[in-house]
T-cell receptor
Framework: NAGVTQTPKFRILKIGQSMTLQCTQDMNHNYMYWYRQDPGMGLKLIYYSVGAGITDKGEVPNGYNVSRSTTEDFPLRLELAAPSQTSVYFC???????????FGNGTRLTVT | DAKTTQPTSMDCAEGRAANLPCNHSTISGNEYVYWYRQIHSQGPQYIIHGLKNNETNEMASLIITEDRKSSTLILPHATLRDTAVYYCIVRVGFSGSARQLTFGSGTQLTVLP
């Protein structure tokens, strides 16, 4: 199994540009999460989804949007990139109660 | 979800047991304790979890106190590859705000040769 796959691995954006970070999982998990991690810091929850068509805000949702049209995919959209969004972004999924999170390998984003 | 408190950093000699504490004094009766670790800037990796009883797997042991207000992750024979940030989180099922799975800052474990 591929698990949780994130693309791209690296990206450099100019201020004001937009992009979509892709996340897909092949484990048929209902619950999916987007985290960001700034250098030397812990993970902060951006958005999460409990199933197709259902999304909700986490701790730091401003500047981001998500959608969940299928169980497998949970893309994260940055509309107007800002330097404060320079970070490493992790996607994760789980099947639910009493099950661990499975993380992707991250997308390293730099906004200049 | 209950808040957790972990030391910022710890050192351990290679080959010795690494004991990483976590305080979760406000844990509820139905909240599980989970441990993850993050090596360099890779995605966090699941280690172990438990509810009340002590747990052991091929990676580590988890000791939960009888009052469930704290726990200890034990790496029995630490190696240099165990150098990582270790996160302790507590969570209940997936209703309401418990759907938000939040991480603290974790403990930086450095295994010394």
């Amino acid at each position: 199994n591929a698990g949780v796959t994130q693309t791209p691995k690296f990206r450099i954006l100019k201020i004001g540009q937009s992009m979509t970070l892709q996340c897909t999982q092949d484990m048929n998990h209902n619950y999916m999460y987007w985290y960001r991690q700034d250098p030397g810091m812990g993970l902060k929850l951006i958005y999460y989804s409990v199933g197709a068509g259902i999304t909700d805000k986490g701790e730091v949702p401003n500047g981001y949007n998500v959608s969940r049209s299928t169980t497998e995919d949970f893309p994260l959209r940055l509309e107007l990139a800002a330097p404060s969004q320079t970070s490493v972004y992790f996607c994760a999924s789980t099947s639910g109660t009493n099950s661990p999170l499975h993380f992707g390998n991250g997308t390293r984003l730099t906004v200049t | 979800d209950a808040k957790t408190t972990q030391p910022t950093s710890m050192d351990c000699a290679e080959g010795r047991a690494a004991n990483l504490p976590c305080n979760h004094s406000t844990i509820s009766g139905n909240e599980y304790v989970y441990w993850y670790r993050q090596i360099h800037s890779q995605g966090p990796q699941y280690i172990i979890h438990g509810l009340k009883n002590n747990e052991t797997n091929e990676m580590a042991s988890l000791i939960i106190t009888e009052d469930r207000k704290s726990s200890t992750l034990i790496l029995p024979h630490a190696t240099l590859r165990d150098t990582a940030v270790y996160y302790c989180i507590v969570r209940v099922g997936f209703s309401g705000s418990a759907r938000q799975l939040t991480f603290g800052s974790g403990t930086q474990l450095t295994v010394l040769p």
